[in-house]
């Protein structure tokens, strides 16, 4: 179990108001949850962004509030940022019981090689990033690993079933659902839809010249028939006309 130490003060400035909170390097954040009653608290900022980046939305954080010898078991519930800026705004800690079972989404890691990938020339495609797990807070992973190394052929898909996770870990998500899988280049798709086209593109160009070829030889026979016509008026002119 990951647990990560925080020290939290109550906090009187609401609404609007945080935001000198923040000028000063301190972040508004909520506890809630089991056993309390929505409390609004302020920590360093600081402190806060390592502990964030080591916690995740998965490990369990003891937050120390002002005085008190005993901490709260909580779990990051949501994270506000700045939309432009990205820095942090507001963060709602959840207070968990330890002998109670939660849902949380854990993050997918995917380790080892996908032979396909190099020896097929295949694509690796993650389709998934979490998936859904139930536990006790104790047990809550940090993240579970999707082993790819077993994908040896195109078209090949590491499923939610396939997925191995500790002792007291239940996952929820369908388990048919793909997580990873190894698709073709579409190069090879173009090629083969290609090709036909080229060829079908050459016959066109053949019955082009064939037609226009046609035409031609209709062309001739009536165009010598013409002159043959223009050349006779004109000797029976020069008969009929009188010497002079």
Do not use: W
Not at 47 to 75: E, F, N
Not at 150 to 160: N, P, S, T
């Amino acid at each position: 179990m990951d647990k990560i130490e925080l020290a939290a003060h109550k906090r009187d400035l609401l609404g609007k108001k945080v935001r000198f909170l923040r000028r000063k390097g301190i972040t508004p954040v909520n506890l809630y949850g089991h056993g309390i009653e929505s409390t609004s608290l302020q920590i360093e900022t600081p402190t806060l962004k390592r502990a964030l980046a080591q916690a995740g939305h998965t490990s369990l954080v003891s937050l120390k509030v002002g005085s008190s010898k005993r901490p709260h078991m909580a779990i990051v519930r949501e994270i506000q940022r700045d939309p432009v800026k990205g820095e942090l705004l507001h963060v709602n800690f959840y207070q968990v019981r330890m002998d109670e079972k939660l849902k949380i989404e854990v993050p997918l890691v995917l380790i080892g090689k996908a032979p396909a990938v190099k020896e097929l020339g295949g694509i690796l495609v993650q389709e998934m990033s979490s998936v859904e797990v139930e536990c006790l807070p104790a047990n809550m992973p940090h993240s579970i690993e999707a082993d790819i190394s077993g994908l040896v052929q195109l078209d090949q898909a590491l499923h939610v079933k396939d997925l191995r996770v500790g002792e007291g870990i239940t996952i929820i998500t369908d388990p048919g659902k793909v997580v990873a899988k190894i698709a073709r280049l579409r190069i090879e798709l173009v090629e083969e839809v290609a090709a036909p086209a080229a060829e079908a593109e050459v016959e066109v160009v053949e019955e082009e010249e064939k037609a226009e070829a046609a035409k031609a030889e209709e062309k001739a026979p009536a165009e010598s028939e013409k002159k043959q016509a223009a050349s006779e008026k004109k000797s029976a002119a020069s008969e009929r006309k009188p010497p002079g």
